[in-house]
């Protein structure tokens, strides 16, 4: 049975095909189609989607920032536009908040209609930032100002205006990160303290828009996640330094190690003497007295040589110059010669040397193990046990320096509902991400993976998208690449059939039945017929005669 190969790779091929122009016409909709942009209805303490009414919430800083180093000052002269992005846009009419300057202070700030209390309630901090030129060295992180007694003056906003909590991405030479700090004010002193994320997830810097969500939960713990995708979990008494709480003793500063206390458990032994023939003057390395000079080796021949071809230049001026000296070049004929020069003998280790004595180590019998100062009660201790209960949230700003331009924020969710947050997430990022990914596809093709130049290379690139996909996650396969699960699963099934028709050309034929008729003639199946070839009684012009003769394997056949 011959078997055509052909058939399993044309099934799986013909689904390959389906499915890939599939999912181009539904990517040139995408593209082609984009949604008109839709204000959400979304409700929260505060929601931004930049509409035409932006600049009546939204008001720039004239303040000066001054340098911790140097004393240098700064003002916010960075300029800030709402505009549609210029790279890959994916909503029609959808503008967003845009850093215009390049190497320059910006800063911007919202008030909210009515300071956020966040005590015993779930605190969702949530944005969108599109680096359009890439981002080198900046930052693009917000920060929700506390609420004071005077308010938050807008045109004064800066560096040193208090904030509750900063969030969002920053990079600059070795630092990627995205950072989660918050004030937290001293119990005891009404001193406020920043609490930095000991160990922060990589900022994701994309032309494509990216989503940065932070959830504190009234439990003291917290979510960060990214493009709707969790990156770190913690909770704000175990994961911040400094930490919340101080310790409750501390090393009492009063108390002083006593001079005749032992802390080396090891000492040299008194005991112990330099043996008499322990050399401390010994060389490392001598002579090797065994070593010879190596026939060939050029002693009356320099290393370096003038060089036979410089010539001394023009303008060269012996008297205000003085003697030119021609440059010096590898001696040509050192190169084939084993060396020249004086041959000196080369160094060997002394096997004498023993280097400097010292005495053997032996326990320290007045050892008394490591001090340390006693502790007492640290009269500055204080518990809060609920940081999460955050100071008074007034407004949100922008306070950023940033090497490139253009960078974009839009649909900005503070408020206390994740299940709204995830939502509003979904009517805007969910939209515009999946139309900018195939525009960047579309333009930069050679970023992706290269189109396949065979049969076997695109069945190959289809399966290994499959086999990634399904070692995470087997049913996430199925879904994203039901085509390739039929196929596989087609060519299982075939694999099987070829293997059962192998196994029965291979199985050895079955002999038929004997016959069970009683007789006294020879049969086919006589054993002593097979084995001596024993022929049949010779029967003459087809007839039996008496005297007929038995032919054998010693009786000649008769001519």
């Given at each position: 049975?011959?078997?055509?190969?052909?058939?399993?790779?044309?099934?799986?091929?013909?689904?390959?095909?389906?499915?890939?122009?599939?999912?181009?016409?539904?990517?040139?909709?995408?593209?082609?189609?984009?949604?008109?942009?839709?204000?959400?209805?979304?409700?929260?303490?505060?929601?931004?989607?930049?509409?035409?009414?932006?600049?009546?919430?939204?008001?720039?800083?004239?303040?000066?920032?001054e340098?911790?180093?140097?004393?240098?000052?700064?003002?916010?002269?960075?300029?800030?536009?709402?505009?549609?992005?210029?790279?890959?846009?994916?909503?029609?009419d959808?503008?967003?908040?845009?850093?215009?300057?390049?190497?320059a202070?910006?800063?911007?700030s919202?008030?909210?209609?009515?300071?956020?209390?966040?005590k015993?309630?779930?605190?969702?901090?949530?944005?969108?930032?599109?680096?359009?030129?890439?981002?080198?060295?900046?930052?693009?992180?917000?920060?929700?100002?506390?609420?004071?007694?005077?308010?938050?003056?807008?045109?004064?906003?800066?560096?040193?205006?208090?904030?509750?909590?900063?969030?969002?991405?920053?990079?600059?030479?070795?630092?990627?990160?995205?950072?989660?700090?918050?004030?937290?004010?001293n119990?005891?002193?009404?001193?406020?303290?920043?609490?930095?994320?000991?160990?922060?997830?990589?900022?994701?810097?994309?032309?494509?828009?990216?989503?940065?969500?932070?959830?504190?939960?009234?439990?003291?713990?917290?979510?960060?996640?990214?493009?709707?995708?969790?990156?770190?979990?913690?909770?704000?008494l175990?994961?911040?330094?400094?930490s919340?709480?101080?310790?409750?003793?501390?090393?009492?500063?009063?108390?002083?190690?006593?001079?005749?206390?032992?802390?080396?458990?090891?000492?040299?032994?008194?005991?112990?003497?330099?043996?008499?023939?322990?050399d401390?003057?010994?060389?490392?390395?001598?002579?090797?007295?065994?070593?010879?000079?190596?026939?060939?080796w050029?002693?009356d021949e320099p290393?370096?040589?003038?060089?036979?071809?410089?010539?001394?230049?023009?303008?060269?001026?012996?008297?205000?110059?003085?003697?030119?000296?021609?440059?010096?070049?590898?001696?040509?004929?050192?190169?084939?010669?084993?060396?020249?020069?004086?041959?000196?003998r080369?160094?060997?280790?002394?096997p004498?040397?023993?280097?400097?004595?010292?005495?053997?180590?032996?326990?320290?019998?007045?050892?008394?193990?490591?001090?340390?100062?006693?502790?007492?009660?640290?009269?500055?201790?204080?518990?809060?046990?609920?940081?999460?209960?955050?100071?008074?949230?007034?407004?949100?700003?922008?306070?950023?320096?940033?090497?490139?331009?253009?960078i974009?924020?839009?649909?900005?969710?503070?408020?206390?509902?994740?299940?709204?947050?995830?939502?509003?997430?979904?009517?805007?990022?969910?939209?515009?991400?999946?139309?900018?990914?195939?525009?960047e596809?579309?333009?930069f093709?050679?970023?992706?993976?290269?189109?396949?130049?065979?049969?076997?290379?695109?069945?190959?690139k289809?399966?290994?998208?499959?086999?990634?996909?399904?070692?995470?996650?087997?049913?996430?396969a199925?879904?994203?690449?039901?085509?390739?699960?039929a196929?596989?699963?087609?060519?299982?099934?075939?694999?099987?059939?070829?293997?059962?028709?192998?196994?029965?050309?291979?199985s050895?034929p079955?002999?038929?039945?004997?016959?069970?008729?009683?007789?006294?003639?020879?049969?086919?199946?006589?054993?002593?017929?097979?084995n001596?070839?024993?022929?049949?009684?010779?029967?003459?012009?087809?007839?039996e005669?008496?005297?007929?003769?038995?032919r054998?394997?010693?009786?000649?056949?008769?001519?």
């Amino acid at each position: 049975m011959k078997y055509n190969f052909r058939i399993p790779a044309l099934f799986i091929v013909s689904a390959l095909v389906v499915s890939t122009c599939a999912d181009s016409s539904e990517s040139t909709t995408i593209v082609d189609e984009k949604p008109e942009f839709k204000p959400t209805k979304i409700k929260a303490p505060f929601l931004e989607q930049f509409t035409s009414d932006w600049s009546s919430r939204w008001s720039p800083s004239s303040a000066t920032k001054e340098t911790k180093e140097g004393g240098e000052t700064f003002s916010y002269v960075g300029k800030w536009e709402v505009e549609e992005p210029h790279v890959y846009p994916g909503i029609k009419d959808d503008k967003g908040l845009i850093m215009k300057s390049a190497a320059a202070h910006h800063a911007i700030s919202a008030r909210l209609e009515k300071p956020l209390d966040n005590k015993d309630k779930t605190l969702v901090i949530q944005y969108e930032v599109k680096f359009q030129d890439g981002l080198e060295c900046g930052g693009a992180y917000l920060k929700l100002l506390t609420e004071s007694e005077k308010g938050i003056q807008a045109v004064e906003f800066s560096d040193k205006t208090p904030y509750t909590i900063m969030f969002g991405p920053d990079k600059c030479g070795s630092t990627n990160k995205v950072h989660f700090i918050f004030r937290h004010k001293n119990p005891l002193t009404g001193v406020y303290e920043e609490k930095h994320l000991k160990s922060t997830p990589s900022a994701t810097i994309s032309k494509l828009s990216t989503l940065y969500s932070l959830i504190v939960r009234p439990n003291n713990t917290f979510e960060i996640r990214v493009n709707n995708e969790s990156v770190k979990t913690g909770g704000l008494l175990e994961d911040f330094t400094p930490s919340v709480n101080p310790p409750k003793e501390i090393d009492d500063p009063n108390d002083k190690k006593p001079e005749d206390w032992v802390d080396d458990p090891k000492m040299a032994d008194p005991d112990a003497k330099k043996p008499d023939d322990w050399d401390e003057d010994a060389p490392y390395e001598i002579p090797d007295e065994d070593a010879k000079k190596p026939e060939g080796w050029l002693d009356d021949e320099p290393l370096n040589i003038p060089d036979p071809e410089a010539k001394k230049p023009a303008d060269w001026d012996d008297v205000e110059d003085g003697d030119w000296i021609p440059p010096s070049v590898p001696n040509p004929k050192c190169e084939e010669a084993p060396g020249c020069g004086k041959w000196e003998r080369p160094n060997k280790r002394n096997p004498d040397y023993k280097g400097k004595w010292y005495p053997p180590q032996i326990d320290n019998p007045k050892y008394k193990g490591p001090w340390a100062p006693r502790k007492i009660p640290n009269p500055d201790f204080f518990e809060d046990l609920t940081p999460s209960k955050f100071e008074k949230i007034g407004a949100i700003g922008f306070e950023l320096w940033t090497m490139q331009s253009n960078i974009l924020f839009d649909n900005i969710y503070i408020g206390h509902s994740e299940e709204d947050a995830r939502e509003f997430a979904e009517e805007t990022w969910g939209v515009k991400h999946s139309i900018e990914k195939a525009a960047e596809a579309a333009e930069f093709p050679e970023t992706q993976d290269e189109t396949p130049s065979s049969l076997f290379e695109t069945i190959q690139k289809h399966v290994n998208e499959f086999l990634e996909i399904f070692y995470d996650d087997p049913l996430e396969a199925f879904k994203e690449k039901p085509e390739v699960a039929a196929g596989l699963g087609g060519l299982v099934v075939i694999l099987f059939l070829l293997l059962g028709v192998l196994l029965n050309l291979l199985s050895p034929p079955k002999k038929a039945s004997a016959s069970h008729k009683k007789t006294d003639e020879p049969t086919p199946d006589d054993e002593d017929a097979d084995n001596k070839g024993d022929a049949s009684a010779s029967k003459d012009d087809g007839s039996e005669g008496k005297g007929a003769k038995k032919r054998t394997a010693k009786t000649p056949r008769d001519t």
